[in-house]
């Protein structure tokens, strides 16, 4: 007579009859919860915004001709001349930094055109039926443009370096100009998103930008100390972000005297505002 067969083994191996197994199966992860949520949002919305630069990269290229003919040309000959009153620091060295900050800007300060072309594309109108908040959806592309800021202000500082301008290789500093960069480009490009949502249309926001960039980058101390001019454009200097991120890396890169706290704190407050009144026009862009 023929022995029974034995039973199968019933190990933890088997997931029709593991209850552990069963449950990692028919339970769902959990989900983020509290600032995690946002967070998370905010850097995927950063990370589709640079995906799109791997595939273009001229813009890059385009965009170092500027500042390198700012620091060649204006900045050798006003060296020459010694008309512009700096404290004993060469004027090629005072303008780089300047000239590093309005390379970030012009950077960001066009970016409303981009979020006009999703609208017209309706990729603004799926963005906003997910349940992204509209401020991450904003910070998202704000803290892109920075990242694309910063990309730009390596250039400019290796053509500055180059032209033998004394900058500071600390990696502290530099992680500091870094912030300053991203800080600054976050609330130029949240000012652009914003004019967007009042204006509605591509060639009038080209056109208000082209007003204001030139008018922001001279009412600053990018070019000249704040102390030499005329009382009023001082006062318009005070209240201009760029003048403070211009001082902070001045301080940072050259070792002048600076504001750091009040630098980095305006800058803050500032990128702050402008996430705020762009998502609060966002919805407009969508009608």
């Known amino acids: 007579m023929s022995e029974a067969p034995a039973a199968p083994p019933t190990g933890s191996g088997d997931t029709a009859t593991d209850p552990v197994r069963l449950d990692l199966l028919l339970v769902p992860p959990r989900a983020r919860t509290g600032w995690r949520v946002p967070a998370a949002r905010v850097v995927a919305m950063c990370v589709v915004e640079l995906q799109k630069l791997r595939h273009d990269r001229t813009e890059l290229y385009t965009r170092a001709v500027q500042p390198a003919l700012w620091l060649l040309v204006f900045g050798e ?95 502290l500093r530099l992680l500091a100009v870094a912030v300053a960069v991203l800080l600054g480009s976050a609330f130029f490009s949240c000012l652009s998103m914003t004019i967007a949502g009042i204006v509605l249309t591509r060639d009038r926001l080209l056109g208000i930008g082209q007003a204001i960039t030139m008018p922001l980058f001279f009412a600053s101390n990018a070019l000249y100390p704040v102390a030499i001019m005329p009382g009023w454009l001082q006062t318009v200097s005070m209240i201009n972000p760029l003048t403070y991120q211009v001082d902070a890396l001045r301080g940072l890169l050259l070792g002048t005297h600076a504001h750091l706290v009040l630098d980095y704190t305006v800058l803050t407050g500032a990128a702050a505002l402008g996430i705020a009144a762009a998502a609060s026009l966002l919805g407009r862009l969508a009608r």
């Open 77 to 171: 000959t006003f060296t020459r001349l010694r008309a512009i009153p700096t404290g004993g620091t060469p004027y090629i060295d005072y303008l780089a930094p300047g000239i590093i900050a309005q390379s970030a800007m012009f950077v960001a300060i066009f970016y409303g055109i981009m979020i006009i072309w999703e609208r017209d594309a309706g990729i603004l109108t799926k963005l906003l039926v997910t349940p992204t908040p509209r401020s991450a959806l904003i910070a998202g592309k704000a803290f892109a443009a920075g990242v694309k800021a910063i990309v730009q202000a390596v250039v400019v500082i290796v053509i500055a370096a180059l032209l033998g301008v004394a900058l500071t290789w600390n990696p």
